[in-house]
């Protein structure tokens, strides 16, 4: 049977439509899901912190634990107590992690200093991934530093090396060489230009100037904390807006982005730090809806307590003005809260922590109840 001659318009047509298959194909392929990690920094472990660690959220995997510090003007070696059973009984991955103050030369100090703990670790059944050193290099200093890194990574042995690193190195031609020797990099886009703290543009556009710079996979360095200037002003990272950052991560990938490590892993003696709950939902993506709920608890003796309490999931900031009505005879406020009228008005309001109760006040009278802030 004799073959039917070719039609080329057909043939190119055929071709074209396999293309472009072949390209949605690639343009929908989903990016893969960005790991989360946490540091567990904390100079005193208290038994709050080791119950928080029995709560870990599953999404989390790797603990990097702040295990020694060389800090001040004399670089003093300060080894934390670190509950070591306690991180064993997790069954997660860890990092012991030296930090290193950046105002001063890397003289005297060596990276054996965090891997002979983190081989003792290993040794009582804690499941060691590596070391880890947090040093904010000045970046005219970088040559050095990475110069100081090829050196000490040498005598580690089968522990992995892990780096933090500050988005204005980006900028350095020593970059590509320092990002070369360690195992993992994690950039810190927080607190990085005083007085921000934190906000999705800024952070979004140190991740995207490092992803140009370096040709190095990287992990993201977010916060879970607030701090408080000398000045007196407080400083932020809301979980709405470390969340819109995220999403905008999720939907559109930077390329070399292949985690998240959250700072600092937050428990109930930590009131600076977010709650686990608040963590996990921002960590799933679940809708940040604050539940804070007033209300009047009979205290006894015709005295109510004013109470607010967090039902929901996230950690969220009480009302500056709580209202009441009815026949007033006595009205006080504590914990930040003081009478004005028929109201209790905090010039600060409170941040009250998924399930948290708190008592801001009491009220003696008739037919007194609660109006909406």
Partial sequence: MSTPP???????????????????????????????EVYVWQRDWSPELGHALTQL???????????????????????????VPALAKTGREVVAVLRVDGTAPLDGV????????????K???????GVEVDHDCATSSLPAYADWLARERSGLGDLSLS???????????????????PDDIVVQVHAVRAPSLFTPEEARGFIEAWAKASSHPFRIALPTYRARLRDG????????????????????????????????????GDSESWSLSTLSAVVRGEKLTPRLE????????????IVLENTGRVDTEAPARLTLSGN???LDGVGGYAPRGTSLVARTPPRLRAGERRVIGFVRGTEVSLVAP
Wanted: charge should be positive; hydrophobic fraction near 45%; include cysteine.
């Fill in 294 to 305: 007033p209300r009047l608890v009979d205290a006894g003796g015709g005295t109510l307590d």
């Fill in 163 to 181: 780096i933090t690193a500050l988005p204005t190195w980006a900028n350095s031609p020593a970059l590509e060489r320092l990002t070369s020797i």
């Fill in 110 to 121: 060596s990276l054996q200093e965090v891997a002979t703990l983190a081989r003792d670790w």
């Fill in 6 to 36: 070719l039609s080329w318009p057909r043939v190119l047509a055929s071709f074209a439509s396999v293309g472009l298959c072949l390209l949605l194909c690639c343009a929908r392929a989903p990016a893969p899901p960005l790991g989360h």
């Fill in 233 to 268: 002003r407080l400083l932020t990272s809301e979980p709405h807006e470390v969340s819109r950052l995220l999403t905008h991560l999720r939907e559109h990938p930077v390329k070399g982005v292949k985690g998240i490590v959250w700072f600092r892993l937050g428990h109930a």
């Fill in 328 to 330: 007033l005879e006595v």
């Fill in 123 to 129: 040794a009582r059944g804690v499941r060691v991934r």
């Fill in 57 to 83: 959220p599953s999404e989390l995997g790797a603990l990097r634990v702040l295990a020694r510090e060389r800090s001040g003007a004399t670089r003093v070696a300060v080894t934390v107590a670190v509950d």
